[in-house]
């Protein structure tokens, strides 16, 4: 198994060409990775694919709606690796689907940004999702699309963006869900992570957030212009905003006491998100290494580790910097493996 998470190099001026890219150079592993998944998802509950394929149809006029282009650059994928633009869009709204369709039961992301007393902001993210992620599931995109540069870490076969985001706007992002068992046909999250990939300001990401029609309550942290730590939930009902300060935490439950149920604060969210305060308030100096400290810490779980008979596992580690303009990627569990620095130039 490779040291590091593999790296695409893509540079395009229109959306379907993106897509083109993306599909040429992963053509064999997002055919992998859908053969896969298909016996995980047979696993996991759900005999019937093509229930699964209807289901993800159900998100596509509100991608049509939306963001039009950026169901040009899914097809641009699919067109590429020549994949069925069916199994494309399954793999495209998989977490909708785990919690909707199959109700997989998983513990989630942990998301983590501090303020160093050099006054830079670091942002964190353990990414936890299904262990098969582990061995070619993952990949690191730096692209220049159209003027704008990034990096982002991403699934294999997703839009850029997926999971995190760097870019020449001096943004930084990552997520994790809130709650499990509420969902609408609106913009896949997959899809509204690529549409913040290019969004330079708080007008514009609150316009992709705000306004978006969700398909899932969802958490958003960002670190703009490497001065501003902000933090949005997107829920049914209405949406938070919070700044961080010293520094901020967010995990797989909302924030206020008012809008935390039974159906989306779960235990082992909240002990992960009082673990990782636990740890930065013991710091006396915030840095690097105590973000990692964090995203290495074992005790309420935030660097999850494969259990037998749950399917779930942390199967990689961001820490981005907008300041100095880097993203270090972990492949798999951050406590065993290391981080490397990609510099967005």
């Not at 395009?12 to 599909?23: F, K, R, T, V």
Request: contains cysteine.
């Amino acid at each position: 198994m490779e040291k590091f998470i593999p790296v695409i190099n893509i540079k395009a001026d229109s959306n379907y060409n993106l897509g083109e890219q993306i599909g040429k150079k992963l053509k064999n592993n997002i055919h992998k990775l859908i053969a896969k998944n298909k016996i995980i998802y047979k696993k996991e509950g759900s005999k019937d694919y093509s229930k699964l394929i209807k289901t993800a149809e159900q998100f596509v006029p509100s991608i049509k709606k939306l963001h039009p282009e950026l169901l040009k650059e899914a097809k641009g994928i699919s067109d590429a690796a020549e994949v069925d633009f069916k199994d494309l869009m399954v793999l495209l709204c998989e977490e909708e689907l785990l919690d909707i369709r199959m109700r997989v039961k998983l513990s989630h992301c942990t998301n983590v940004a501090v303020k160093t007393n050099d006054n830079k902001i670091l942002l964190g993210h353990n990414e936890d999702w299904l262990s098969s992620y582990r061995k070619d599931g993952l990949v690191v995109m730096k692209g220049k699309f159209k003027d704008e540069k990034f990096i982002s870490l991403n699934i294999i076969g997703n839009l850029p963006g997926s999971l995190c985001g760097l870019t020449s706007k001096k943004l930084a992002f990552t997520s994790n869900s809130i709650g499990f068992k509420k969902f609408r046909y609106g913009l896949p999250r997959s899809f509204q992570l690529r549409a913040l990939l290019e969004a330079g300001n708080l007008k514009k990401i609150e316009n992709i957030l705000y306004f978006s029609n969700n398909s899932i309550d969802v958490n958003t942290i960002m670190v703009l212009k490497g001065k501003q730590i902000l933090d949005i939930e997107d829920l049914f009902r209405h949406n938070e905003e919070f700044f961080g300060k010293k520094f901020f935490i967010h995990t797989n439950h909302p924030i206020l006491k008012k809008d935390q149920t039974k159906e989306n604060t779960d235990l082992e969210s909240i002990k992960r998100f009082e673990r990782a305060k636990e740890i930065l308030l013991k710091e006396k100096n915030l840095s690097l290494e105590s973000i990692k400290k964090v995203l290495r810490d074992h005790k309420a779980g935030i660097c999850e580790h494969k259990i037998k008979k749950r399917e779930n596992t942390t199967v990689a580690s961001v820490v981005m910097n907008v300041n100095d303009m880097w993203m270090e990627v972990c492949k798999n569990n951050p406590c065993m493996n290391e981080y490397k620095r990609y510099y967005l130039k």
